[in-house]
């Protein structure tokens, strides 16, 4: 049972344009939310959080939207830039997971010059 | 400020054997959890430990284990390897256990 999805195993955008990433959940306990970027031969570094009580959280070119109702959250990157290329994963915990947490399979992002 | 650092870094096994990884975490973080990494499987839960005590384990059957010292250093071991045990194992650690982890560059396992 796979409670976090990322549909989109792939994105590719042009650099100085928007990146969305997609991710939808289907555990309704889950109330915080993260988001990782993963380079090769690297562990995944975070990025960007936002807990169920927001909708929005930004962080400089980096903003999480959350919809609650529709168990789905969205990382939008503006500008992309050629070094922002990663697999992003999103992930999700609930008060009572601790440092369990609940990853989807990753979305490689590719941003061309 | 040392990141978590995992050893080894590679490893080639062979079905039957066990292996033991090891991680030692930011300093002052006391939380440790695993994490196995496959090919469009994502991060998997392994295991997690606070204060030398296990708080929550994944869905994997017995052979896979760990500990933790009292110097929050933690070991993760699996034995009677099998060919798809073959991953990348990813440490994290965390002050308290919630919240952002910070993962190693993990240990990435072969089986043949």
């Known amino acids: 049972d796979q409670q976090v999805k990322q549909n989109s195993p792939s994105l590719s955008v042009q650099e100085g344009r928007i990146s969305i990433l997609n991710c939808d959940y289907t555990n309704s306990m889950f109330d915080y939310f993260l988001w990782y970027k993963k380079y090769p031969a690297e562990g995944p570094t975070f990025l960007i959080s936002?807990?169920?009580?927001?909708d929005k959280n930004e962080d400089g070119r980096f903003t999480v939207f959350l919809n609650k109702s529709a168990k789905h959250l969205s990382l939008h990157i503006v500008p992309s830039q050629p070094g922002d290329s990663a697999v992003y994963f999103c992930?999700?915990?609930?008060?009572?997971?601790?440092?369990?947490?609940?990853f989807g399979e990753g979305t490689q992002l590719t941003v061309n010059p | 400020k040392a990141g978590v650092t995992q050893t080894p870094r590679y490893l080639i096994k062979t079905r039957g054997q066990q292996v033991t990884l090891s991680c030692s975490p930011i300093?002052?973080?006391?939380?440790v959890s695993w994490y196995q990494q496959t090919p469009g499987q994502g991060l998997q839960f392994l295991f997690e430990y606070f204060s030398e005590t296990q708080r929550n384990k994944g869905n994997f059957p017995g052979r896979f284990s760990g500990r933790q010292f009292s110097n929050s250093r933690s070991e993760m071991n699996v034995s009677t390897l099998e060919l798809g045990d073959s991953a990348l194992y990813l440490c994290?650690?965390?002050?308290?256990?919630?919240?952002?982890?910070?993962f190693g560059e993990g240990s990435r396992l072969t089986v043949l």
């Open positions: 994290a650690s965390s002050r308290l256990p919630t919240g952002e982890l910070f």
């Open positions: 936002i807990s169920s009580i927001k």
């Open positions: 992930a999700a915990s609930d008060e009572t997971s601790g440092s369990r947490l609940t």
């Open positions: 300093s002052g973080h006391r939380s």
